[in-house]
């Protein structure tokens, strides 16, 4: 088993940054893949970004060189710093995992957290 929850959600302005945390209870964290998924009202749900088992990362098109995904699996937490962040940056955002040990990420994740909300807006 595995409980996951977000936190560092705010309100913050265009070009602003914040940085989301995933604070994970159970035992091998090192195991599992995390990844960061949002959706925004009206659209449907998309990966912003993940990490391995093994380091792996990936990042959506829409937030390369902006976001910044790390895992302290000492500390069983991951974090996606953001940066100039953009209106449409706006959504909840979703921590995800799954114990597999595969080099990429899965497509499927098992454990959810209950997300923290983002909001980008002047």
């Known amino acids: 088993q595995l409980q996951l929850v977000e936190s560092g959600g705010g309100l913050v302005q265009p070009g602003g940054s914040l940085r989301l945390s995933c604070a994970a209870s159970?035992?091998?964290?090192?195991?599992?893949?995390i990844g960061w998924f949002r959706q925004a009202p009206g659209k449907g749900r998309e990966r912003v970004s993940c990490?391995?088992?093994?380091?792996?990362?990936d990042y959506a098109d829409s937030v390369k060189g902006r976001f910044t995904i790390s895992r302290d699996n000492a500390k069983n937490t991951v974090y996606l710093q953001m940066n100039s962040l953009k209106p449409e940056d706006t959504g909840n955002y979703y921590c995800?995992?799954?114990?597999?040990?595969?080099?990429?990420?899965?497509?499927?994740?098992?454990?959810w957290g209950e997300g923290t909300l983002v909001t980008v807006s002047s």
């Open positions: 159970g035992r091998t964290f090192g195991d599992y893949a």
């Open positions: 990490i391995s088992s093994r380091g792996i990362i």
């Open positions: 995800a995992g799954r114990r597999i040990s595969l080099r990429n990420c899965p497509t499927i994740m098992d454990y």
